[in-house]
């Protein structure tokens, strides 16, 4: 998601990574000796924040993002679109913690928020329409399944038409709707979900390489589609 609206362009890539975690340092010092200092607070704790989550310091991560968001509501107010990124972010931490009810709270109050300031189509918009979907998935009741469903469907719609297909940001919406397809369990939802993941792996390998985690991850969540298809050989190699 691209955090702050006022990052550089070379800021919001999805992946979290040296080079970016150099970047925001830099550019936070800049913005400090330039006496932009709120900038420069939430680009110094977004190189740090990177630096924890790299090392897996996920309570350390928590701090830090209850601490830029309460920055952000202080000065730009609940309602800013930045003050709603610093809380995406701080909701996708806490679901990585297990604490989904928490997560789905802010991510509900993200989606309704950021939808009115920037619109339904935005690309913050859609990914945060697509995180609150994976979180409602993980609550595993049937009408849960299904809201997670259409709600990454709809993300994905959004994506499509305001990043384009092959965007890497649309991966992630197209691996939510096969996981609740297999859920779901109807055959002309497994027939697109294969169809999906085929896609997401064909980018990640293209964008990311094979390597890299979210590229195998992808092909556990094809093996499970080739699962729920019956395919189970194909599933197991």
């Known amino acids: 998601m691209a955090w702050l609206s006022w990052l550089p362009q070379f800021m919001k890539a999805p992946l ?33 924040l990177a630096v924890y989550w790299e090392l897996g310091k996920l309570n350390e991560a928590l701090l830090l993002q209850q601490s830029v968001a309460t920055t952000c509501e202080q000065y730009l107010g609940r309602e800013n679109p930045d003050t709603l990124r610093a809380l995406h972010k701080l909701s996708t931490t806490l679901w990585q913690k297990g604490q989904f ?13 950021i939808t009115g300031a920037l619109g339904p189509k935005h690309a913050d918009t859609v990914e945060a329409m697509n995180g609150l979907g994976r979180t409602v998935m993980k609550f595993g009741r049937q009408e849960d399944i299904l809201e997670a469903f259409q709600l990454s469907t709809k993300a994905l719609e959004g994506m499509k038409e305001s990043l384009g297909n092959e965007r890497l940001l649309a991966t992630y919406a197209k691996e939510n709707i096969a996981r609740a397809s297999c859920l779901i369990g109807e055959q002309t939802l497994l027939n697109k979900a294969l ?7 064909a980018t990640r390998k293209a964008r990311m390489g094979k390597e890299a985690p979210w590229t195998p991850m992808a092909m556990g969540n094809m093996a499970v589609v080739l699962g729920a298809l019956g395919r189970v050989q194909e599933a197991e190699s």
């Open 101 to 113: 009810s928490a997560a789905k709270k802010l991510q509900m109050e993200v989606v309704d928020g």
């Open 16 to 48: 979290t990574n040296g080079d970016r975690i150099r970047m925001s340092a830099k550019f936070g010092l800049v913005y400090a000796q330039c006496g932009v200092f709120l900038k420069a607070e939430t680009l110094l704790a977004e190189a740090a």
């Open 195 to 201: 169809q999906l993941m085929e896609e997401v792996i």
